[in-house]
């Protein structure tokens, strides 16, 4: 059974730029969610993506965007990048937003933002 | 937004020693789960609890819902040095389509430092 993969593992971007990160979900899983860590806190929800729709979304504003495929990956998208997106990005995947499954976490993509 | 509040916020301990970290909100929890968090790594679930009251184990670690379900505790015994790590408790909120499994709140954590 293959795990969450998550690519780039880390990744350097500027002030302005434009970012996507990548995730793959355990195989037989249809739900992604994705979490901002930052440094020295929790994680916070960004969004779920079910069935390829977007089914909740947190505090974060229209820059961050998402996608999922029909194969059930993901992407996270970061537009106009500042220094305050500097953090972990954690993908998790689920067989459903109603249970299930718990939810089982990639390794995350670091990104710096400067 | 409900808060999960954790305690101690940083933990340094030799191997051999107990200890028990805490999560509370002001509001109370449908249910509750721990995480472990190791360097470089995602969070990784340890447990769910659901009924106030309800204690858990998991090997050498103790896990108490509180009679309220408004606070956890989570104790180790004889820590060892492969229990470092981050200590997240966190809770479902529902989303869109109903259930609350994707959407959780988490606490800021408890670093656990165990020396040899």
């Known amino acids: 059974e293959t795990g969450v993969t998550q690519s780039p593992t880390h990744l350097i971007k500027t002030r302005g730029q434009q970012v996507t990160l990548r995730c793959s979900s355990q195989?037989?899983?249809?739900?992604v969610s994705w979490y901002q860590q930052a440094l020295g806190q929790g994680p916070q929800f960004i969004f779920q993506?079910?069935?390829?729709?977007?089914?909740g979304r947190g505090n974060f504003p229209p820059r961050f965007s998402g996608l999922q495929f029909p194969n059930y990956s993901s992407e996270l998208n970061v537009n106009a990048l500042e220094l305050d997106d500097s953090a972990l990005y954690l993908c998790?995947?689920?067989?459903?937003?109603?249970?299930?499954?718990?939810?089982?976490f990639g390794n995350g993509t670091r990104l710096t933002v400067t | 937004t409900q808060l999960l509040e954790q305690s101690p916020q940083f933990l340094s301990i030799q191997e051999g020693e107990n200890l028990t970290v805490y999560c509370n909100s002001s509001?109370?929890?449908?249910?509750l789960q721990w995480y472990r968090q190791e360097p470089g790594e995602g969070p990784v679930l340890l447990v769910t609890?659901?009924?106030?009251?309800e204690v858990k184990k998991l090997k050498r670690l103790t896990f108490q819902f509180g009679d309220a379900r408004k606070d956890s505790s989570l104790h180790i015994t004889a820590a060892q040095t492969g229990d470092t790590g981050l200590y997240l408790c966190?809770?479902?909120?529902?989303?869109?389509?109903?259930?609350?499994?994707?959407?959780?709140?988490f606490g800021k954590g408890t670093k656990l430092s165990v020396k040899p």
């Open positions: 966190a809770q479902g909120v529902p989303l869109n389509y109903g259930g609350s499994q994707g959407n959780l709140i």
């Open positions: 195989s037989g899983h249809n739900t």
């Open positions: 998790a995947s689920s067989t459903g937003p109603r249970g299930g499954s718990p939810l089982h």
């Open positions: 509001s109370v929890f449908s249910s």
């Open positions: 609890v659901v009924t106030g009251g």
């Open positions: 993506y079910y069935r390829e729709e977007e089914n």
